[in-house]
């Protein structure tokens, strides 16, 4: 009897355990789903352990869309709004027709780096056709066309507005570091290389691996991001200012040290982006060129265990 005894306490004591032990699971499971910010990895069914980075060629322009492991995506900047006629002759995408063909069907945000047409454009159909949750814009107002469109169709649809500056720290995941190095000021003037220098500018860190978005900054604003020092050494740069000898400081440069640069630039283009002495200042880098003029569409996967682990695919 003792001994039955024994093996029956024996065996409820186990039975206590395993429920002991499936409530436990229960409870981490729930507090996983509920409370941990990214829900413990449970409920995503978008879960891509990869960071990827799209340099969508919108001819002379850019329009960049982050998708994030946990399956957020995030677009920065449009192209500009061209008849899609134009577009096809040209061979370049238009933004929204772009985001369809890869079945986004919803932004978790977007970044209008400045107000000029050749970023915000492309991005009025996008805020017009597509559920945006917010949209984060540099400081500062511009009395154009376009940027009275943005204001409407934000009004009229709802979208948060963010003003971003130099220190924000964006919530795009916690698996994801992403900061605002720039601008500190609001936009004065009404200067062209004003606005250029008053682009957001943001570093993306995953894993080990850093990018550097530059947006369309020129010397002035290159020279100020130097203070940040050696934090801002960078694998990728979106190669301020389509290449532009505007933009390329060398100092400024040799900080980032880039392995690899993307220059998004129009064929042909008016401008005669990029320069030779950018393309010549990349050159004594050691810094690899991917541009949209000539790659078509350059997708980035970054894993970030490591520094070098990340790959391109050009179309
Ligand atoms: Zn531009």
Redesign the pocket.
Known sequence: MTKFGYEQKSFQSKKTNFVFAALLILVVFVWALLVSPDHGGLVSININPELRVEFINVGQ??AILVRTPMGKNYLIDGGANVPVTDARREGRELVHNYLRSIGVGRLDGVVITHW?N??LGGLLPVLRLYDVDVVYEPPGKFETEAFKDFEAICSKQHIKRITTKAGDVLEWGNELFVQVLHPEKPLSGKEYSDVNNLSIVLLLRYGRVQLFLAG?IEEDAEREIMKYGEPIKSQVLKVP??GADTSDYFRFLQMVSPEIGIIMVGASNAFRHPSSRTLSNYERLGTKIYRTDRHGNIRLFVGGKNPQDYRFKID
Do not use: E, V
């Open positions: 322009g850019d000029h050749d970023h369309d200012h389509h």
